[in-house]
Structure formats: C-alpha cells, structure tokens
C-alpha cells in the first residue's frame, strides 16, 4: 500500500518487487544536510526525516545514515520529526533523549494492527505491533515526545483496531496521534489490488468498494489535504472516530511545539535571529 513505491519508478525502477530488493542509498546525505543548514536565510523551521520511506529500515544497520542525520540536527540544534515502524530506533536512544532534552525531536510510530497474521502480510520485514509499543513506553520513558501514527487505515481490514491502537498507545506514554486513510496512488493501486484478492479473497471485494466509497468512487485523490483523510460518508466516519478517542485517550496534544530558537551554525555565538 506504500505511496513511496512510484517513487521507484522515477528512478528507473519497478514499484513492485523493485521497491522491495533494490534500496536506493543517499550515502552523502549527512553532507548535505549539513550544507543545507549552513544557508544564510535558514532558520531552524522544523524538518521531518522518513516522510517517504521508513528511516530505520533493516539497510540502516549497515549504512547508520538516520544516526548520522541526527547527529548533524543535534550539532545545529535544529528541530526534526522521525516516524517509524521499526524497533531498530533504540539503537539511538542516546542522540534521541539527547534531543529531546533541548526540545528537538517529536517521534510518531506506526501501528497498524495488533494481529500478527495480518501484519506480517502487510508489512514484512517490520517489528511487531508489540516491539512497536515498547518502543513507545522506552522513549517516552527517556523524556523523549511520543505519538502513534494510525496509516493507513483500511476499511474491512484493520480501522476496527483504531481505538485498540490508540488505546493501547496512550498507556505507554503516547501523547499525540495522527492516522492516513488508505491512497492508491499511481502503480500502488494494481499493486494493492492483487495484494489484497490473492490474501483475501473472500472478502476483497467488500473491501475493495469501501476504499472506492472513502474517496467518492476512486481509490486515490491527488488534492493536497484531501487525499490522506478521503471523502464522502465513510471517510468522515473515520475522521469522527479518531477525533473521539484522541480526545479520550489524551493524544489531542500538540505535536509542533518544537524549540527553534536554540537553532545555531557551528562556530557562531547564540542563535541567528
């Protein structure tokens, strides 16, 4: 269901099993970050790392590219959001907590569903739901600003998890929440069909008509601000149940209050503005 897999077509590759076993390493991205801050006109706006593609992947292990990154944003002070499904983020609890004491870091894991069947299924070579929540209580245990990103939610197979999740979540230290409604972008939408009617084939079809139903007919929406949420009945639906159990739950807090003003280029007093 990943959007970032008609990424792999831009750069020559298929959006299918390509996307899987062929990983496209950015190995002097520390290099430029690190270029990129040292802009005159840059002031610290907070910046998101892995809004595409997981950041702790099992590639991570070997290459140590998100360390580096981090490294990077705690020399300038400069503000980031991590979201994950990975486990393999302890590895840096210590830049992490470190961040987090100076007011840098926010980080949002993904739960999908509690069922392992299902998970493994939808997202392979990913840790538990269970190492997910652990993760969860350990950082936010350590001082560092948890939430849980609820994506995507997929009617007919795992939005009846949304108050488990969200639940489950709050009680290991998750303080804000965020969730996407399934988009079948570009090759994804083939990609997902024959994911879905050769694992579940009995109710595939149902399924199928209710991703239509979230977005008026279609199973994707380009317009900014729409296409995550959907539209019509259903979608809104969807909406409504998130927006009750955040407020329930206490995962309504904000998720932007991040410090910009410690922001600074290495080797110049205070900050820049």
């Known amino acids: ?148 990103m609820l994506g995507p939610m997929i009617p007919g197979l795992n939005d009846h998890e949304m108050q488990r999740i969200m639940y489950t979540a709050s009680q290991q230290g998750a303080r804000f929440a965020a969730y996407t409604f399934i988009r079948l972008n570009g090759a994804v939408k083939w990609l997902f069909h024959q994911w879905l009617f050769s694992n579940f084939p009995n109710k595939a079809q149902k399924v199928w008509s209710l991703v239509e139903q979230g977005h008026n007919g279609q199973v994707n929406d380009n317009r900014w601000g729409i296409r995550m949420r959907g539209e019509g009945p259903l979608a809104n639906m969807i909406a409504q149940q998130f927006k009750k159990y955040s407020k329930l739950y206490g995962l309504d807090t904000g998720r932007w209050a991040l410090d910009s003003h410690r922001f600074k280029r290495p080797g110049l007093q205070g900050t820049l503005f």
């Open 1 to 148: 269901y990943c959007y970032a897999r008609n990424v792999h077509e831009y750069w020559g590759y298929s959006a299918g099993l390509d996307f899987e076993q062929k990983i496209i390493v950015k190995q002097n991205a520390p290099q430029l970050l690190r270029k990129f801050l040292m802009h005159a006109k840059w002031d610290g706006t907070p910046i998101s790392i892995s809004g595409n593609t997981d950041c702790y992947q099992p590639a991570e292990q070997k290459f140590r590219l998100t360390r580096q990154l981090l490294e990077v944003c705690l020399e300038f002070n400069q503000p980031v959001g991590l979201i994950t499904k990975n486990a393999g983020m302890l590895r840096d609890k210590d830049i992490i907590t470190e961040m987090a004491k100076r007011n840098l870091v926010f980080i949002l894991v993904s739960i999908t569903s509690f069922d392992e069947d299902l998970r493994r299924l939808m997202e392979p070579r990913t840790t538990t739901a269970t190492q997910r929540v652990r993760l969860i209580r350990e950082l936010s245990d350590a001082g560092v600003r948890m939430g849980v």
